[in-house]
Nanobody, 119 residues
Framework: QVHLVESGGGLVQAGGSLRLSCAAS????????MGWCRQAPGKERECVAR????????YYADSIKGRFTISRDNAKNTVYLQMNNLKPEDTAVYYC????????????WGQGTQVTVSS
């Protein structure tokens, strides 16, 4: 079982930056691939970034590539999403997720944190 708690969301102007954090409760945090997904009102959930258990490999959706960076600190049981050059279309609830397999589905989800980008 993995309990995930996101933080760092808020209101920012277009072009600004935010860093999201996700703290995990599990002692086996380092075994999990971690990801960030988002859902805007009226839209389907979109997974935008993923990082392997070691942090050696990362994957990004085209919509955020070059602007967002996912990273993790296994000693702190925390995964981060650095978001730069934010756009109004990045407005969404952002969720942290954990997957037991490097390329498998996410089994655990946080409660989400709201990110709002004003134009």
């Amino acid at each position: 079982q993995v309990h995930l708690v996101e933080s760092g969301g808020g209101l920012v102007q277009a072009g600004g930056s935010l860093r999201l954090s996700c703290a995990a409760s599990s002692r086996t945090f380092s075994w999990y691939a971690m990801g960030w997904c988002r859902q805007a009102p009226g839209k389907e959930r979109e997974c935008v970034a993923r990082i392997t258990w070691s942090g050696d490999n990362t994957y990004y959706a085209d919509s955020i590539k070059g602007r967002f960076t996912i990273s993790r600190d296994n000693a702190k049981n925390t995964v981060y999403l650095q978001m730069n050059n934010l756009k109004p279309e990045d407005t969404a609830v952002y969720y942290c997720a954990a997957a037991p397999m490097s390329t498998g589905p996410y089994d655990y989800w946080g409660q989400g944190t709201q990110v709002t980008v004003s134009s």
